[in-house]
T-cell receptor, first 114, second 110 residues
Framework: GAGVSQSPSNKVTEKGKDVELRCDPI?????LYWYRQRLGQGLEFLIY????????KSGLPSDRFSAERTGESVSTLTIQRTQQEDSAVYLC????????????FGPGTRLTVT | KQEVTQIPAALSVPEGENLVLNCSFT??????LQWFRQDPGKGLTSLLL?????REQTSGRLNASLDKSSGRSTLYIAASQPGDSATYLCAVENTDKLIFGTGTRLQVFP
């Protein structure tokens, strides 16, 4: 079946612009996660959605970052007024029901801020 | 604060060798531990997931063990092949998110 998909695969933007990254989780997966991987560093948790519960935003690095999810489907990660330090690969993952279940990752969006 | 460490950071071996990759974590209150591989320019592929109540999981040439009380996991790769070359990441889940190690970069040469 279809896996997690993300778009765009690559995004180059100028410093100060806003960007939107999209994630389509596996159908039926109630949990959705966003992670970030900066060059030479490990993956960092950003935000977690589980069903209709309030999202866990504890990993968002600043108020320039926000994310939304429509029901149990598509999610959009928005970065406002991008900075060069936002350059990273942004990975989305989904799982059947959150904890205890395997997380399946999308291919990521490589964001470059010039 | 949970911290995950992986040793070695990099490993280069001839094909056919049996390998052990190590992962340690500081907080034993985890729900599960997951091993992934990451290929250059690609996303993560899940290899094995071990629930906190389990001691090991096996898939083909891969075997992962978990000793939660000591905060350690090992990934054993039998009869390594050039196609195993990738970065291997371990991640522990607590409070509904994965905390990742920085990975072991593996190169298997013919």
């Amino acid at each position: 079946g279809a896996g997690v998909s993300q778009s765009p695969s690559n995004k180059v933007t100028e410093k100060g612009k806003d960007v939107e990254l999209r994630c389509d989780p596996i159908s039926g997966h109630t949990a959705l996660y966003w992670y970030r991987q900066r060059l030479g560093q490990g993956l960092e948790f950003l935000i977690y959605f589980q069903g209709n519960s309030a999202p866990d935003k504890s990993g968002l690095p600043s108020d320039r970052f926000s994310a939304e999810r429509t029901g149990e489907s598509v999610s959009t990660l928005t970065i406002q007024r991008t900075q060069q330090e936002d350059s990273a690969v942004y990975l989305c993952a989904s799982s059947s029901s959150g904890r205890l279940y395997e997380q399946y990752f999308g291919p990521g969006t490589r964001l470059t801020v010039t | 604060k949970q911290e995950v460490t992986q040793i070695p950071a990099a490993l280069s071996v001839p094909e056919g060798e049996n390998l052990v990759l190590n992962c340690s974590f500081t907080d034993s209150a985890i729900y599960n531990l997951q091993w992934f591989r990451q290929d250059p320019g690609k996303g993560l592929t899940s290899l094995l997931l071990i629930q906190s109540s389990q001691r090991e999981q096996t898939s083909g040439r891969l075997n992962a063990s978990l000793d939660k009380s000591s905060g350690r996991s090992t990934l054993y790769i039998a009869a390594s092949q050039p196609g195993d070359s990738a970065t291997y990441l371990c991640a522990v889940e607590n409070t509904d998110k994965l905390i990742f190690g920085t990975g072991t970069r593996l190169q298997v040469f013919p």
